[in-house]
């Protein structure tokens, strides 16, 4: 395990700590997408179904028992316990608009067709595409929470780190995942505007805002 792999899991890690604790102290989810949530939960549930099959180390288990709990905690505070704060006009994007289309490429394109293999690479695809509901939500209200923001940075920065940790593993050890690493690069890609947006509005003070569509 290399040092961008840890840094990547340390980064992915503080970004949903954040969001629980700025949840929890204004016990409110205001601004939260639920579906981006619901989809990340998803995302761990069929990724890490090998929990239960193949052990690969103390800290590789410990980490993923703990992305599962925080992901299905995190839905509950929303769906739940602060329900009557959660923005359900602005959390609008249709879900079947991702769920459909990379359901069906994980049939296509995955490295074997058994069913692990399958929901694994599901969880890769889905991943990648998981934060749009919460972006859409953004561009929708015109604006983001500071706090949010951080949430949103860390996780981009996560995946940034992966990037570099699967170019390291090819230097180092030959290894390629293209499902991972394609997957990882849109997710990136993904976060490009809001990066910039984060280093010249948000680290200066000033609060993340965006045009409202039309």
Request: proline content about 2%; aromatic content about 18%.
């Given at each position: 395990?290399n040092?961008?792999r840890?840094l990547?899991?340390?980064?992915h890690?503080?970004a949903?700590i954040?969001?629980l604790?700025?949840?929890v102290?204004?016990k409110s989810?205001?601004?939260i997408?639920?579906?981006?949530?619901?989809l990340?939960?998803?995302?761990?549930?069929?990724r890490?179904?090998?929990l239960?099959?193949?052990?690969i180390?103390?800290?590789n288990t410990?980490m993923k028992?703990?992305?599962?709990?925080?992901?299905?905690?995190t839905?509950?505070?929303?769906y739940?316990?602060f329900?009557?704060?959660f923005?359900s006009?602005?959390d609008?994007?249709?879900?079947?608009?991702?769920l459909?289309?990379?359901?069906?490429?994980?049939f296509l394109?995955?490295?074997?067709?058994?069913p692990?293999?399958i929901l694994?690479t599901?969880s890769i695809?889905?991943e990648?595409?998981?934060?749009?509901?919460?972006l859409f939500?953004?561009?929708?209200t015109g604006?983001?929470e500071?706090i949010?923001?951080?949430?949103?940075?860390f996780?981009?920065?996560?995946?940034a780190?992966y990037i570099?940790?699967?170019?390291?593993?090819?230097h180092?050890e030959?290894?390629?995942?293209?499902i991972?690493?394609?997957?990882?690069v849109?997710?990136?890609?993904?976060?490009?505007d809001?990066f910039?947006?984060?280093?010249?509005?948000?680290l200066k003070?000033?609060?993340l805002?965006l045009p409202?569509?039309?």
């Amino acid at each position: 395990m290399n040092i961008f792999r840890i840094l990547g899991d340390v980064s992915h890690l503080l970004a949903i700590i954040i969001l629980l604790l700025k949840i929890v102290k204004s016990k409110s989810c205001a601004g939260i997408s639920g579906k981006s949530q619901i989809l990340f939960a998803l995302v761990f549930t069929t990724r890490y179904l090998d929990l239960f099959t193949n052990f690969i180390s103390a800290y590789n288990t410990v980490m993923k028992v703990i992305f599962l709990i925080c992901a299905y905690v995190t839905v509950y505070m929303i769906y739940v316990k602060f329900r009557k704060t959660f923005d359900s006009e602005n959390d609008s994007f249709r879900l079947e608009f991702l769920l459909v289309p990379v359901t069906g490429l994980s049939f296509l394109e995955n490295h074997s067709f058994t069913p692990l293999e399958i929901l694994w690479t599901f969880s890769i695809y889905l991943e990648s595409v998981a934060i749009l509901p919460q972006l859409f939500m953004i561009s929708k209200t015109g604006e983001a929470e500071t706090i949010t923001t951080h949430y949103l940075f860390f996780l981009g920065l996560y995946r940034a780190l992966y990037i570099a940790n699967w170019v390291w593993r090819y230097h180092t050890e030959n290894f390629y995942d293209q499902i991972a690493v394609v997957s990882g690069v849109v997710q990136t890609i993904f976060y490009c505007d809001f990066f910039y947006l984060y280093v010249t509005k948000v680290l200066k003070g000033k609060k993340l805002s965006l045009p409202m569509p039309v």
